[in-house]
Nanobody, 124 residues
Framework: QVQLVESGGGLVQAGGSLRLSCAAS????????MGWFRQAPGKEREFVAAISWSGGSTYYADSVKGRFTISRDNAKNTVYLQMNSLKPEDTAVYYC?????????????????WGQGTQVTVSS
């Protein structure tokens, strides 16, 4: 298990940018693939992006492809989500998660550790 703490959420106008960070505890961070998910009010949690343990492979939901970039710094035990060209429909609580499926996954049950989430609000 790894403990995760997200930061970087906030209020931004449509077209703006935010960078989310997720700091992980423990010395085994590089053993995990990492992912970002989001949940809007009244909707189910959905996959946003994932990155393999080495950072060599990344995966994105179609809705964010070309606008969001996931990256990681294993020396800092941190994963990032750079969000550009934000839209009102990106408004949600964003969650960081860790998966022992080291090559990455978009399937929530593959992720055994979750952060508490950070709110992102995009105004029109």
């Amino acid at each position: 298990q790894v403990q995760l703490v997200e930061s970087g959420g906030g209020l931004v106008q449509a077209g703006g940018s935010l960078r989310l960070s997720c700091a992980a505890s423990g010395r085994t961070f590089s053993s995990y693939a990492m992912g970002w998910f989001r949940q809007a009010p009244g909707k189910e949690r959905e996959f946003v992006a994932a990155i393999s343990w080495s950072g060599g492979s990344t995966y994105y939901a179609d809705s964010v492809k070309g606008r969001f970039t996931i990256s990681r710094d294993n020396a800092k035990n941190t994963v990032y989500l750079q969000m550009n060209s934000l839209k009102p429909e990106d408004t949600a609580v964003y969650y960081c998660a860790a998966s022992s499926n080291r090559e990455g996954s978009s399937w929530p049950p593959d992720f055994g550790s979750w952060g508490q989430g950070t709110q992102v609000t995009v105004s029109s």
